[in-house]
């Protein structure tokens, strides 16, 4: 095994370790944002390296983990700092809110911002997710996505892959943030807009040129393939998140499964059976947990996307037949 994967190896175990200490939802999603494996291979080198590893992941968890555990027995100012969960917020936005909460709190951290945006001639023509101002006067952005999608034609590569809404392309995606998006802080437009957010938030006042940036990305999510044994793209991680799609003409293997709504999303559910009362769109699949019942309530077990058979993605991306593997792993476990 090599060095990579013994960390992912190892980052993976230290997470559902914490993850199984851990009560409160939203410090249990906290954990998941810091820990889980990048949904977008870091190695690739279209990258050039900004793009943070599984290894890095697992030593920012270490170093949260005391953090964590004294936040989840007064979780209050995560939850003041995500705002309540019934409030309409695009899940993107959600995420961003617990990378900054996390990011902000290093003890070489003077100031943080999220959402700025950078114009140029009247025009924006980008914006910083997480911005970072260090005590030594260093300024790291951070490029964040969280995504989820759907591997409806796997012979197609990265073009097959969708997103439960049919513009949300994995390609489309993959472009921007491994080129537009991580080097906006190396262009005049995004160096002038961090130069003016630190002469405002941190009193440092220096040219854009003489600015030193640091310029990252993360990446999270899920990938839902046809069966357990279909590979994913090149460009995923070879440790990404994974689940099954199916319709809804078929019938959910037996067992408890339980409706996932909003930051619901956000890592491995565990809790009541009861579902949630937050918005969720009737026209999207249908995120579910196959969940299983203990001592700690109802920790998922597995999880799928169920999409409407007469969905408008189905017709441009038609289904695949059942593929052996998944029905002989089906039948094992009599679904």
Same mark, same amino acid.
């Given at each position: 095994?090599?060095?990579?994967?013994?960390?992912?190896?190892?980052?993976?175990?230290?997470?559902?370790?914490?993850?199984?200490?851990?009560?409160?939802?939203?410090? %249990?999603?906290?954990?998941?944002?810091?820990?889980?494996?990048?949904?977008?291979?870091?190695?690739?080198?279209?990258?050039?390296?900004?793009?943070?590893?599984?290894?890095?992941?697992?030593?920012?968890?270490?170093?949260?983990?005391?953090?964590?555990?004294?936040?989840?027995?007064?979780?209050?100012?995560?939850?003041?700092?995500?705002? *309540?969960?019934?409030?309409?917020?695009?899940?993107?936005?959600?995420?961003?809110?617990?990378?900054?909460?996390?990011? *902000?709190?290093?003890?070489?951290?003077?100031?943080?911002?999220?959402?700025?945006?950078?114009?140029?001639?009247?025009?924006?023509?980008?914006?910083?997710?997480?911005?970072?101002? %260090?005590?030594?006067?260093?300024?790291?952005?951070?490029?964040?996505?969280?995504?989820?999608?759907?591997?409806?034609?796997?012979?197609?590569?990265?073009?097959?892959?969708?997103?439960?809404?049919?513009?949300?392309?994995?390609?489309?995606?993959? *472009?921007?943030?491994?080129?537009?998006?991580? *080097?906006?802080?190396?262009?005049?437009?995004? %160096?002038?807009?961090?130069?003016?957010?630190?002469?405002?938030?941190?009193?440092?006042?220096?040219?854009?040129?003489?600015?030193?940036?640091?310029?990252?990305?993360?990446?999270?999510?899920?990938?839902?393939?046809?069966?357990?044994?279909?590979?994913?793209?090149?460009?995923?991680?070879?440790?990404?998140?994974?689940?099954?799609?199916?319709?809804?003409? %078929?019938?959910?293997?037996?067992?408890?499964?339980?409706?996932?709504?909003?930051?619901?999303?956000?890592?491995?559910?565990?809790?009541?059976?009861?579902?949630?009362?937050?918005?969720?769109?009737?026209?999207?699949?249908?995120?579910?947990?196959?969940?299983?019942?203990?001592?700690?309530?109802?920790?998922?077990?597995?999880?799928?996307?169920?999409?409407?058979?007469?969905?408008?993605?189905?017709?441009?991306?038609?289904?695949?037949?059942?593929?052996?593997?998944?029905?002989?792993?089906?039948?094992?476990?009599?679904?």
């Amino acid at each position: 095994m090599n060095d990579a994967a013994t960390a992912q190896v190892n980052g993976s175990a230290a997470l559902d370790a914490l993850l199984a200490e851990l009560h409160d939802p939203e410090v %249990r999603r906290l954990a998941w944002t810091i820990g889980a494996p990048s949904l977008f291979d870091a190695t690739d080198p279209r990258w050039q390296g900004r793009l943070r590893d599984d290894a890095w992941s697992a030593r920012e968890l270490s170093r949260m983990r005391d953090s964590l555990l004294a936040l989840d027995r007064a979780p209050a100012p995560l939850h003041a700092a995500l705002g *309540a969960p019934a409030t309409p917020l695009p899940l993107g936005h959600v995420f961003e809110r617990f990378v900054r909460f996390w990011q *902000a709190a290093r003890p070489e951290v003077r100031a943080s911002t999220g959402g700025l945006v950078v114009r140029e001639e009247g025009r924006t023509v980008g914006e910083f997710d997480v911005v970072l101002l %260090r005590a030594d006067g260093v300024v790291e952005t951070l490029e964040v996505t969280v995504k989820f999608y759907l591997n409806l034609r796997p012979e197609l590569g990265i073009a097959g892959c969708i997103g439960p809404r049919s513009f949300d392309r994995m390609a489309d995606k993959f *472009a921007k943030m491994s080129t537009r998006q991580t *080097a906006l802080g190396d262009t005049a437009a995004g %160096r002038a807009a961090l130069a003016r957010w630190c002469a405002e938030a941190g009193g440092a006042t220096c040219s854009a040129d003489s600015l030193i940036v640091l310029n990252h990305a993360l990446s999270r999510g899920y990938v839902f393939h046809p069966d357990a044994a279909t590979p994913g793209p090149i460009e995923l991680s070879p440790t990404h998140q994974r689940g099954r799609w199916q319709t809804d003409a %078929r019938e959910l293997p037996r067992g408890l499964w339980r409706a996932l709504a909003g930051r619901e999303w956000l890592g491995p559910w565990r809790g009541p059976l009861a579902e949630s009362a937050w918005m969720s769109d009737p026209a999207m699949p249908r995120l579910v947990a196959r969940v299983i019942e203990d001592d700690e309530g109802h920790p998922e077990c597995e999880r799928r996307f169920v999409v409407r058979s007469d969905a408008g993605l189905l017709r441009a991306f038609p289904e695949p037949p059942e593929h052996a593997a998944w029905q002989c792993l089906n039948e094992r476990a009599g679904g």
